[in-house]
């Protein structure tokens, strides 16, 4: 199983990018797709989640700027990010997992696979 995640970069605040993630050798159609970042220093943290059944979620740091969507049918995951801030700078991570139950859809050992990370920079 892998997970290829692009589109990340450099941004000045208050742009948009947009994240993509590929997986390939499992489909992950009845499982939970997400991403996860990770700011210098800290640990992985949760950013936004869309569960088998199409519920999004979204830590509170990005909800009403972010939005996750899927494609079953190409296996894919997208983050598009709007309205980028100085914070919002880290490695971006995408994440899934058929096994995840709700309860620990922001967690991230919860998730088995993951993609290689994409840096996000957005600069002030």
């Known amino acids: 199983v892998q997970l290829q995640a692009s589109g990340g970069g450099l941004v000045q605040a208050g742009g948009s990018l947009r994240l993509s993630c590929a997986a390939s050798?499992?489909?992950?159609?009845?499982?939970?797709m997400g991403w996860f970042r990770q700011a210098p220093g800290e640990e992985r943290r949760f950013a936004a989640v869309i569960s088998r059944s199409g519920h999004k979620y979204y830590s509170d740091s990005v909800k009403g700027r972010f939005l996750i969507s899927r494609d079953n049918a190409k296996n894919t995951v997208t983050l598009q990010m709007n309205n980028l801030k100085p914070e919002d700078t880290a490695v971006y991570y995408c994440a899934a997992d058929q096994s995840v139950i709700l309860s620990t859809l922001r967690t991230p050992a919860a998730y088995r696979y993951w993609g290689q990370g994409t840096l996000v920079t957005v600069s002030s």
């Open positions: 050798g499992q489909s992950f159609r009845n499982g939970a």
